[in-house]
């Protein structure tokens, strides 16, 4: 317990980045800079909440592997935090998780269990963790509930204060992405936590059985196919979703996700992976319409994890290509909406 907290208290908060919009909008668009942590990924969050709520149950054993299901980046943090406490860490992942987070994942200590098919790695996390006498850490069941909502500088509250000096400080949309649905659940019930009139929109990549379970009130929804974007997007509903708790949901197109990281970096100069692009595709379009109601006020959006880990994917037109994912019309979208407001696509006729 002492070192996870010790960590903590050496870890700097993460910026808030400025998005360059045209000052006359009168609003206003941040990404909170997840990148930034000693892991690099929002999932550092979550992987020292996880390990202080494992502890603190007394599921963590001395010698006993902690075992993960993972996309790639919570294992990365999580064998930071294994490593840490000195327990052996073990991650199940999809073979094709980029090679990056295998390497980051070895780098701290741990191992990688890869298996076929992305469906498999829950059940195969059980059976190790059974086999070894070892901790399934399961963050897709724990997300929500290891996460202080309340405050103890989780992300929202990060985020109300670091706004605080702002021309619009109370954001009217806070978008977030959902791989567990731990981040919306806590950005949602801080805001109702701290009386704020701060709407939550989570965006949904392709694939992705959250959008349809939340449209269609269906917690069995399900999609035969894993989503392309690592990171977010299941093909089941986790149980750490709150649907209840968010304002709304939107579909993002896997080429608008792609394009957003891309026209992000001549932005910012940063690059960044795909889950934040499918974030900002949705912050542009409530953007969008709030510049058709003549609405002014915050937009806040968040940079997840560095692009670099993803050179070999969503930086790499032949990857696109075999993928016969087009970039280019949403590019085009996207630097028409930052002169104009407006996300329409181009040439397309004006909605009456």
């Keep these: 317990m002492g070192k996870v907290q010790a960590d903590a208290n050496r870890s700097a908060d993460t910026h808030l980045l400025s998005v360059p919009l045209p000052t006359d909008w009168g609003i206003d668009l941040y990404l909170k800079d997840e990148s930034t942590h000693p892991t690099g990924s929002l999932k550092h969050r979550l992987a020292r909440s996880l390990f202080l709520y494992a502890l603190c149950n007394g ?16 294992a990365v943090s999580e064998a930071y ?28 200590g741990g191992h990688c269990h890869l298996v076929n098919d992305p469906g498999e790695v829950y059940g195969t996390a ?52 959902a791989g567990t649905g731990g981040t919306s659940a ?65 579909r993002v197109p896997d080429a608008a996700s792609i394009a957003g990281v891309r026209v992000l970096e001549r932005l910012l100069g ?40 993803y050179l070999e994917k969503y930086y790499a037109d032949d990857w696109l290509a075999a993928q016969s994912i087009d970039i280019g019309p949403y590019v085009q979208r996207i630097e028409h909406f930052l002169i104009s407001g407006s996300l329409e696509p181009v040439n397309a006729p004006s909605p009456r």
């Design 59 to 74: 599921w963590i054993r001395p010698g006993r592997p902690v075992i993960e299901a993972s996309s790639g980046s919570t």
């Design 81 to 108: 935090f294994a490593r840490l406490i000195g327990v052996p860490f073990v991650a199940v992942m999809a073979r094709g998780t980029v090679r990056a987070k295998v390497d980051l994942i070895e780098f701290h």
């Design 126 to 177: 059980t059976r190790l963790a059974a086999e070894t006498g070892g901790h399934y850490m399961d963050q897709f069941t724990y997300a929500e509930r290891a996460t202080d909502w309340r405050g103890n500088n989780n992300i929202a509250e990060s985020i109300f204060r670091q706004l605080a000096a702002e021309r619009h400080p109370v954001p009217a949309w806070i978008v977030a992405t």
């Design 186 to 250: 806590t950005l949602a019930r801080y805001v109702r936590y701290a009386q704020a009139t701060t709407g939550i929109c989570v965006a949904d990549p392709e694939n992705s059985a959250f959008f349809p379970s939340w449209r269609d009130s269906d917690p069995s929804a399900t999609t035969d196919t894993g989503s392309r974007i690592e990171g977010i997007g299941r093909q089941r509903v986790e149980p750490s979703f709150v649907p209840g708790a968010i304002d709304r949901m939107m």
């Design 270 to 309: 940063r690059r960044a992976g795909a889950s934040t692009g499918t974030g900002l595709w949705a912050a542009f379009r409530i953007i969008a319409e709030m510049r058709a109601r003549h609405e002014h006020g915050s937009v806040v959006g968040l940079l997840c994890d560095p692009g670099e880990r």
